[in-house]
């Protein structure tokens, strides 16, 4: 029986390919999960991040198909309106969302819906 005290994995070949995955510094936002058909419109989420001093910094939102980028002002980020379901954000230096831009993150935000609501 498999014990999940142990590790699955202890460790792998050194042969083995290195990973094409970059690890950003970690990001963290309170709330992460917002009420039941709640509109995200207005709502605001606390950044804690290494370099939450700058300025002129994003906080950028995929959320299905869309990608959005609001400001960060004073360690807080004012969220537009339509997010649903699990939205995926990190922390950039401009409205892009890739890794040469990426100052932390990601971050899970959490807008449930019931399955009466529209898609908006």
Do not use: W, Y
């Amino acid at each position: 029986m498999l014990s999940l005290a142990s590790p699955l994995i202890v460790s792998c070949p050194e042969t083995n390919p290195v990973l094409a995955a970059t690890a950003f510094p970690p990001l963290t936002a309170s709330p992460t999960t917002f009420p039941v058909n709640h509109d995200s419109a207005g709502q605001q989420v606390s950044l804690t991040f290494a370099d939450s001093t700058a300025t002129g910094q994003f906080f950028v939102l995929k959320s299905g198909m869309n990608v959005t980028a609001v400001p960060i002002v004073n360690g807080k980020a004012t969220l537009p309106g339509g997010l649903q379901g699990t939205v995926f954000a990190l922390v950039s230096k401009d409205q892009t969302a890739d890794d040469a831009s990426t100052i932390a993150g990601p971050v899970i935000l959490r807008f449930p819906f019931t399955s009466s609501v529209a898609n908006t």
